[in-house]
């Protein structure tokens, strides 16, 4: 199967905006890769869509969604995308192989994640011998499950099983049914998962770990032929950052919207979690990328050699 036909068969394009047929011909499209379907980037740009925010910047923006971050990755290298939001983790193993990637910014500069499991299992003691379920090997989610592991005293290798599952709703999904035994889950989906008797193992925010989960990414060629288009983008960006922080109320209505539950208390926690973890300023977190390069190199000994610069391009943040 290509690369193409498999994203024919998983991308879901959102339609985040409203305007009509005539409006959206006029201004510049731009389709935004996102790894949740409820994600910051993609409440934020919705919220920016009904500010009139990106109408003042010329741009429609249609985001698509890709269940995780190494497909997503793919799907940019692969012109399917304009911009893509995802994990450090996925972005640095795509560019360890050679794609002419870039991060231009940050949107959430920490881990807005729990490690749950079921009701039965307590401590992370209790994992070994489980089944932990993740996206994909090499993913943001896969890369948190080897940090709490590690917080927990357990060998990712010998204790327990790690199982490709899906994105963050599908593991939450196979934790209901049984097939595995805990996963890391997005803000939203906590709530959700206590109220079904499922125990936080780890709080990764509470612990303000900084980890660049996700990042805004282009590739080298695109930044230089629509640079006036990213800088427009990156303008906008700073612009909902601001909306977002402000407008929380609107933030909680869109975020239930999107992950269409009645859930308030989810979507106000969901908020708490995304709104801490995304940038006033719109830059990455230098430590959460190193920390990313870090675990690499133990497994990829070029990473160890790897300078930020190579692969960070700040011009566009206004």
Do not use: W
Request: hydrophobic share 45%; with cysteine.
């Amino acid at each position: 199967m290509s690369l193409c036909h498999s994203l024919a068969v998983l991308v879901t394009v959102c339609s985040l905006t409203n305007f009509s047929t005539t409006s959206f011909a006029q201004r510049t499209a731009l389709r935004v890769g996102t790894n949740s379907i409820a994600s910051t980037e993609a409440v934020l740009i919705a919220l920016a869509q009904d500010a009139g925010i990106l109408v003042k910047h010329d741009l429609a923006i249609e985001m698509v969604f890709i269940p995780g971050g190494t497909l997503a990755v793919q799907a940019l290298i692969g012109r399917s995308l304009d911009l893509l939001v995802s994990g450090g983790t996925p972005f640095l193993h795509a560019f360890l192989e050679g794609a002419r990637l870039k991060i231009l910014g940050g949107v959430s500069n920490r881990l807005p994640y729990t490690f749950m499991a079921r009701g039965d299992i307590a401590s992370g003691a209790q994992l070994k011998g489980k089944k932990i379920g993740i996206s994909r090997y090499g993913s943001t989610d896969d890369f948190a499950v080897k940090l709490a592991l590690s917080q927990f005293g357990l060998s990712l290798k010998s204790d327990v099983s790690i199982i490709q599952v899906g994105a963050t709703s599908a593991r939450f999904a196979a934790l209901k049914s049984g097939s595995i035994d805990a996963a890391v889950l997005s803000s939203g989906l906590t709530q959700l998962a206590r109220k079904l008797g499922y125990h936080v193992l780890l709080d990764f925010l509470e612990k303000d770990i900084e980890y660049q989960q996700a990042a805004i990414i282009a590739q080298d060629d695109f930044l230089k032929v629509r640079a006036d288009i990213v800088r427009r983008f990156m303008n906008a960006y700073l612009e909902g950052i601001r909306h977002y922080k402000s407008h929380r109320e609107e933030a909680v209505k869109k975020t239930m919207s999107l992950l269409r539950i009645d859930d308030r208390q989810a979507a106000e926690i969901d908020y708490h979690y995304r709104s801490r973890a995304l940038p006033e300023d719109g830059r990455p977190t230098l430590k959460g990328l190193q920390m990313a390069l870090d675990d690499l190199a133990k497994d990829i000994p070029k990473a160890k050699n790897l300078r930020m610069d190579q692969f960070l391009d700040l011009s566009f943040i206004p």
